[in-house]
């Protein structure tokens, strides 16, 4: 059963979210200063506006806008093959067997190490958008008073 679900999460997928974005910090933290994995910025800003073009994350929306222009990025190139992946990771939420495909042709091209790179950018910005949203959407219910759907 997959846990893809829309804007607000359950607990059992904000866990899971949180759980696998735990693993992956060595390596979202390589994509950045690694030695022989490092991604050049237009490639992690690549990934990022792709990300947040499915997530509807205002923060992240409008960080990663910011920080690809001042990288240079004007419009992610649909076929580079991070930006591939990252849509597909997107799409479906991290999960399921096209991600894995979409995984396993990065890691072809690209190699392992930075594909595992691209991988924790993507796990960074659905949990992000996980807390962010589900935090959100538990804000506005309190503070409209509707506790209930």
Known sequence: MSLKIGKTYEWKTLVANHTQ???????????????????????????????????TCPYCTGLHGQLARMAGLSEPD???????????FALESGR???VEAAYAKLVGVVGSARAR???????ALL???????????????????????
Do not use: Q
């Open 21 to 55: 974005f735990a693993t992956m910090l060595p390596n979202y933290l390589a994509s950045y200063i690694g030695f022989s994995s490092k991604l050049e910025p237009v490639t992690i800003e690549s990934v990022m506006v792709t990300m947040n073009s499915h997530n």
């Open 78 to 88: 649909p076929s580079d093959p991070h930006v591939v992946y990252a849509k597909t």
């Open 127 to 149: 949990w992000g958008k996980t807390t962010g949203n589900s935090i959100n959407a538990a804000r506005d219910k309190i503070l409209t008073l509707r506790l209930t759907k």
């Open 117 to 123: 790179n691209v991988r924790a950018l993507c796990w």
């Open 96 to 98: 399921g067997g096209d």
